[in-house]
Nanobody, 122 residues
């Protein structure tokens, strides 16, 4: 499975961006976004099961929305009310394994995109 993330850029605090992640196959059961800020470990941001269930990190809840298209080939991350602390490289990830858990760790996902830079100026 190949993942292609896009949509990053430079935005002022309070602004918005929408990230996209295109997949090469419909095989994933879960898709997620992670991010890694300079000097920090990669952290979970949001995830969606293809059935539609979503969950978010507390730090982005109410500001970010994860969604997917009906063809199950693209997942989006709408980011509103951006803050300087949202600055990071954002990665999309795909999980092919089935399960009933809440998957928020790197090892829970099988494939990763290349990352897209989001910079929020204060």
């Amino acid at each position: 499975v190949q993942l292609q993330a896009s949509g990053g850029g430079l935005v002022q605090a309070g602004g918005r961006l929408k990230l996209s992640c295109a997949t090469s196959r419909r095989a994933a059961n879960y898709m997620a976004w992670f991010r890694q800020a300079p000097g920090k470990e990669r952290e979970f941001v949001a995830a969606i099961k293809w059935g539609g269930n979503t969950y978010y990190a507390d730090s982005v809840k109410g500001r970010f929305t994860i969604s997917r298209d009906d063809a199950r080939t693209t997942v989006y991350l709408q980011m509103n009310s951006l803050k300087a602390e949202d600055t990071a490289v954002y990665y999309c990830a795909a999980r092919l394994r089935t399960g009933w858990g809440t998957y928020v760790g790197d090892s829970d996902y099988d494939y990763w995109g290349q990352g897209t830079q989001v910079t929020v100026s204060s």
